[in-house]
C-alpha cells in the first residue's frame, strides 16, 4: 500500500538568516570587486558627477585617499579614467601615450600608492583623449578606421605599461586589438603585463552618465563597432576571438542587461570572465532609491549578486568600496 505523497519543503532552508547563509549558493566578497574612477586634468578637489549621485572626477589629491580607502576595503582592482581638458584633445588622441597625460600621471600615482594591496587597471581606449570622440582615429571620410586605431592602441600600451598599470582594459572594440596589443608588449618585453579584452560590449543607452563622468566629446554614435542590443550569439563569438589572440581575461558591458550573454562567455571561458556594472545602471538604482521607490541596499545587493550569480568572477561596479564596508559590517 502507498503511502501519502510527501510535502516536499524547501522552506526548511530559508527558516532563519543562519540558514540562508549556510546554503547561500552565491556570495560576494570585496575582493571580487573592482571599482572604476574617474581623475580629472587640472581639478583642485573632487568634481561630482550630477547623473551619478556620490561619484566624482577625482583630483589627484583625491585619487590618493580614495586609493587607500579602496585598499583598506579590500578591493580586488581599481581601474582608472582620464579625464583630459578639453584644449588638450585632437584627433587622434594624443594625450593617450603622452607619460605626462593624465591617465598616467594617475596610473604612477597609483601604483605608488597602492603597492600590491590593489591590481591597478587602465582603460584603453582613445575616446576620453579624441576631439570627436570616437574609441579610434578616423580616416578621410569619417569611419573610424580599425586598422589605424589598433597602431594607436599599440602606443597606448607601452605608455600605460610603463606607468605602472598592471591590467590594460581593451575596451575600444576594434577587430583584432588583443592580438595587436599583445604582440606590443611582447615585443618590448612586457609579458608581465596582463589585457581585460572588453569582448561582448555593446552599443548601449546605459552610457550616458559616463559621457558626463569623461567629458565626452563624441559626435554621432558608436554602431559601427560595439555591438548591437539584439544579438546573443555574437557575444560569445567576440569572447571566443578574444580568447584566440591571448586575453588574460574577458568582460560583458553592461552588465545586468545582458545576463544571458554573461552566462553564455561563462560557459565557454577557460580565463576568468567580469562584468561591468556601468554608469547608466548605476544611476538608475540611486534615482529609484532617492524616490523612494526601492530598498537602496538591498537592491544594490540583489544586482551584484545576479552578476555574480550568472557567472561574472569579478564585478567592476561604482559602489565597490561602499559594498565592501557592508560586506565588512556582516550586513548581508
Not at 77 to 93: H, Q, S, T
Not at 302 to 324: K, N, P, Q
Amino acid at each position: 500500500m502507498t503511502g501519502p505523497i510527501p510535502v516536499v519543503r524547501p522552506r526548511r532552508l530559508r527558516a532563519t538568516p543562519a540558514w540562508r547563509r549556510l546554503v547561500a549558493e552565491t556570495r560576494l566578497h570585496p575582493a571580487e570587486l573592482v571599482l572604476p574612477m574617474f581623475v580629472r586634468e587640472g581639478a583642485r578637489e573632487p568634481n561630482p558627477i550630477s547623473s551619478m549621485p556620490g561619484v566624482v572626477q577625482h583630483s589627484l589629491d583625491s585619487l590618493r585617499a580614495a586609493l587607500a580607502e579602496a585598499a583598506e576595503a579590500g578591493l580586488g582592482g581599481v581601474m582608472l579614467f582620464g579625464v583630459p581638458e578639453d584644449a588638450a584633445k585632437d584627433a587622434r588622441g594624443s594625450g593617450a601615450d603622452d607619460p605626462d597625460g593624465i591617465l598616467n600621471v594617475a596610473t604612477r600615482i597609483a601604483r605608488e600608492e597602492a603597492g600590491d594591496a590593489l591590481v591597478v587597471q587602465t582603460d584603453l581606449c582613445l575616446d576620453e583623449f579624441t576631439d570627436h570622440g570616437h574609441c579610434g582615429v578616423l580616416d578621410a571620410d569619417g569611419r573610424v578606421d580599425n586598422d589605424a586605431s589598433l597602431e594607436r592602441y599599440r602606443d597606448m600600451a607601452l605608455a600605460q605599461a610603463e606607468a605602472g598599470s598592471q591590467l590594460l582594459g581593451l575596451s575600444g572594440m576594434m577587430d583584432g586589438q588583443v592580438a595587436a596589443v599583445r604582440d606590443a608588449l611582447d615585443a618590448a618585453g612586457r609579458t608581465d603585463v596582463a589585457l581585460l579584452g572588453y569582448s561582448a560590449k555593446y552599443a548601449s543607452a546605459f552610457y550616458g552618465p559616463f559621457r558626463e563622468a569623461v567629458g565626452s566629446s563624441l559626435q554621432g554614435d558608436r554602431r559601427t563597432y560595439q555591438q548591437d542590443a539584439a544579438n546573443r550569439r555574437e557575444g560569445i563569438r567576440e569572447a571566443q576571438l578574444d580568447l584566440a589572440e591571448g586575453a588574460d581575461i574577458v568582460m560583458v558591458k553592461p552588465a545586468t542587461m545582458y545576463l544571458d550573454v554573461l552566462a553564455d562567455v561563462a560557459a565557454i571561458s577557460d580565463v576568468p570572465v567580469w562584468a561591468y556594472h556601468i554608469s547608466g545602471e548605476y544611476a538608475m538604482l540611486e534615482a529609484a532609491a532617492a524616490n523612494g521607490w526601492i530598498d537602496r541596499e538591498r537592491a544594490i545587493a540583489e544586482t551584484l549578486l545576479s552578476i555574480r550569480r550568472a557567472g561574472a568572477d569579478a564585478v567592476l561596479t561604482y559602489y565597490a568600496t561602499e559594498v565592501a564596508g557592508w560586506l565588512g559590517q556582516g550586513r548581508f
